[in-house]
């Protein structure tokens, strides 16, 4: 079975202050991994993936993920916080073939000025 | 990227009524239809699965009499409320994929039965 568990409901930042969202997963085999961010009321927007490739993948708006293995975390950071990048983030994990998405509780990102 | 349309976008129904949603793949054809439902504050939770031609996998506590799937097409699936009661005012999205590619959203639908 696949899970994963973002550590943090809640995460308030200045604009301009780096961003780190945390992810752990688990799963019983290689698995790919995602981060998706929703604006309230919208759908969900592909930031980035893990399939498996490169540990450090880079995604949209100037978003990143390392994929640690050893840690079994995927953290997703951003250096410059802006105040467009607040929403809701969920993690996702998926095993072959991307079939079965599990979505993580979601962390939602204030962003101040 | 691929783009996944769902319509309405919002919707608002009496208690006791039906109200279909539809989600369709405008620019590939979909092999594999998803439908979450998203509580308020809360994470999604997949309702069903969906393969073109062949009858919806429902998880598990999911009442598949109440909430309809039909997946006529390689790019339109169906998602119809029965007897919708305001327990069921939520917002549903849809995905879609082909064959190993990642899942795009649709823009979700916020159901709302008074």
């Known amino acids: 079975a696949q899970s994963v568990t973002q550590l943090d409901s809640h995460v308030s930042v200045s604009e301009g202050t780096p961003v780190l969202l945390r992810c752990n997963y688990s799963s019983s085999y290689s698995p790919s991994l995602f981060w998706y961010v929703q604006h309230p009321n919208k759908g969900l927007q592909l930031l980035l993936k893990?399939?498996?490739?490169?540990?450090l993948v880079k995604g949209i708006n100037g978003f990143e993920a390392e994929f640690k293995k050893s840690e079994t975390s995927f953290h997703l950071t951003k250096p410059s916080a802006h105040m467009s990048d607040a929403a809701e983030y969920f993690c996702v994990v998926s095993g072959a073939g991307f079939q079965k998405l599990v979505f993580g509780t979601g962390t939602r990102l204030l962003v101040s000025p | 990227g691929a783009v996944v349309s769902q319509h309405p976008s919002w919707v608002i129904c009496k208690s006791g009524t039906s109200v279909k949603i539809e989600c369709r793949s405008l620019?590939?054809?979909?092999?594999?239809m998803f439908w979450y439902r998203q509580f308020p504050k809360q994470s999604l939770m997949l309702m069903a699965t969906?393969?073109?031609?062949?009858?919806?996998?429902?998880e598990q506590g999911v009442e598949k009499d109440k909430f309809l799937i039909n997946h006529a097409s390689l790019t339109l699936s169906t998602l119809t409320v029965t007897s919708a009661h305001p327990e069921d005012s939520s917002f549903y999205i849809c995905?879609?994929?082909?064959?190993?590619?990642?899942?795009?959203f649709g823009q979700g639908t916020r159901l709302t039965v008074v």
């Open positions: 893990y399939t498996s490739a490169a540990t």
């Open positions: 620019d590939f054809q979909a092999t594999t």
């Open positions: 969906s393969n073109e031609g062949s009858k919806a996998t429902y």
């Open positions: 995905s879609a994929e082909q064959v190993l590619t990642e899942a795009f």
